[in-house]
């Protein structure tokens, strides 16, 4: 059985690590290299950084800021939010990244993604998809951090970018993100056994029962979660343990 995991979000904005609720509302979570040093003591998987305004504000991102973290942690660190070029991606690894995700400019250039398999291997390819289900039933690909609707299916577009190399799967649901509801487990479920790549689901943990539920019922091999990590509602330890109880594979 593979091991799952359990990864910490830091969502970047001016520096500081922000949460909102269905991609608004954001309100201040820390300090992000003090978040990272905890969650690495604390056991998590891996972490992920994402500068959720450097596409719309049309900048890279915070290299200095990644490169700090990593330097305060010693596990798998994936950086995204920005990134748009083989060169992009150069520099984030130089400072410490450990794999990228790839979000609006791999929507707009999918071929990017296979200029950066090509440079760097699938398993430093993260693509992320941030998806919202709307009237007719139907999960639609949003870019921009969640501001600019498309007419793209996620399930074709995830078996398209698994097609052009991509290592991983970062699927976050927008209706889910931030209610503390439980886990978008249709679409995950749909989505994790329509590709030949691990899932990561992000939006809507908010119980250990919730992560549960994730693993019990879909494919995903990880999730990740924010607020109930920043604001200290579930230690990470405490829910690998409680999952590993539950006979989910964790690493302890």
């Not at 799952?4 to 509302?25: A, M, Q, S, Y």
């Not at 699927?171 to 503390?180: A, E, K, P, V, Y």
């Not at 989505?191 to 943990?205: D, T």
């Amino acid at each position: 059985m593979l091991t799952k995991r359990i990864i910490p979000c830091l969502d970047i904005h001016n520096g500081r690590t922000v949460k909102g609720v269905n991609f608004v509302e954001l309100r201040d979570a820390g300090d992000p290299v003090e978040l990272a040093s905890m969650y690495a003591a604390q056991g998590a998987d891996e972490l992920v950084f994402l500068d959720i305004t450097a596409t719309i504000e049309k900048r890279k991102t915070f290299i200095e800021l990644v490169d700090k973290i990593a330097r305060h942690i010693n596990i798998p660190f994936t950086v995204g939010g920005g990134i748009s070029s083989v060169k992009d991606v150069s520099a984030l690894l130089q400072n410490g990244a450990d794999k990228i995700s790839v979000n609006s400019a791999a929507v707009r250039n999918p071929q990017l993604i296979s200029e950066l398999v090509k440079q760097f291997g699938s398993q430093c390819v993260v693509v992320a998809i941030d998806t919202k289900k709307e009237a007719d039933g139907n999960w639609y690909v949003y870019l921009n951090g969640g501001r600019l609707k498309t007419d793209i299916n996620c399930i074709d577009w995830a078996k398209q970018a698994t097609e052009l190399g991509a290592g991983e799967i970062l699927l976050t649901s927008m209706n889910h993100d931030g209610t503390r509801q439980g886990f978008a487990l249709d679409i995950t479920k749909e989505l994790s056994e329509a590709v030949s790549v691990p899932v990561i689901a992000s939006g809507g943990g908010g119980t250990q029962q919730h992560f549960l539920d994730l693993f019990q019922q879909t494919k995903a091999e990880a999730a990740l979660a924010a607020g109930i990590f920043h604001y200290k509602e579930i230690e990470i330890r405490e829910l690998k343990k409680y999952l590993h109880d539950k006979k989910i594979s964790m690493r302890m």
